[in-house]
């Protein structure tokens, strides 16, 4: 039997990926520096603020790249915030693969193999895609240990470090996270308990809230704070 801080949740991360640039969609920007917020990308970084308004947050956690700061931006502004940036949350290092539009690189014989069996790719000069997951969960586990039970965070970051953040929350194997999906400007959330993490929203375009206090039991039917709640329960957010 588990005691003592299993009564309460733990940490609650908010996963929210950059807006629009210039890049995003043709072109696999990766680390390329200098790619910037499009209007319609700065507009919804604007929007991402007001969507979270109602959320506390008590740090705001970027990837160092332009986009993600950018993004960031207005959430910070907001609240009078210190943007931290965290070299684990960059995109992932695609090498040869950076600046090549995504129609040329569907030819390449490793397109399928991402597509297929992602925890088998090493990118030419580049990085793994299992590195990249084992980065962005290590930081993710440190900034909980950090911020401790009750923590509420936002991490700003890029599609695929997103997906492989999401599919270590899910159990899943990294070969499953092309099933995942992560939009510009979108919110995922995810609450970590002692015993498991609960994904409470995926890919999420709304309004944003949670329990006033995020180690709320909800109901009653969540007994320690990592039971999951049989029969589904009256909901979380």
Not at 62 to 79: D, F, Y
Request: aromatic fraction near 6%; charged fraction near 25%.
């Amino acid at each position: 039997m588990i005691h003592g801080c299993d009564t309460c949740w733990v940490t609650t991360l908010l996963l929210a990926r950059h807006g629009l640039t210039r890049l995003t969609g043709p072109v696999l920007a990766g680390r390329t520096p200098g790619v910037h917020l499009t209007e319609e990308g700065r507009a919804q970084a604007e929007a991402l603020a007001v969507r979270l308004a109602g959320v506390r947050l008590d740090a705001v956690v970027s990837s160092p790249l332009e986009r993600c700061r950018e993004t960031a931006g207005p959430l910070v502004w907001q609240r009078g915030l210190e943007l931290v940036t965290d070299e684990r949350f960059v995109e992932c290092g695609y090498g040869a693969w950076t600046g090549r539009p995504l129609k040329e690189l569907a030819e390449d014989p490793l397109w399928p193999v991402v597509q297929a069996h992602p925890s088998a790719v090493t990118f030419p000069g580049g990085e793994s895609l299992a590195e990249v997951q084992h980065r962005a969960v290590a930081a993710v586990r440190e900034w909980n240990r950090r911020l401790g039970e009750k923590g509420v965070y936002l991490v700003c970051s890029h599609g695929d470090v997103i997906k492989a953040i999401v599919a270590d929350a899910l159990g899943l194997h990294l070969d499953q996270f092309q099933r995942i999906t992560a939009d510009p400007a979108a919110v995922t959330v995810i609450r970590y308990a002692r015993l498991r993490p609960f994904l409470l929203k995926l890919n999420d375009m709304g309004e944003l809230r949670l329990p006033k206090d995020s180690e709320e039991k909800d109901g009653g039917e969540n007994l320690t704070g990592s039971d999951a709640a049989v029969g589904g329960g009256p909901g979380t957010t």
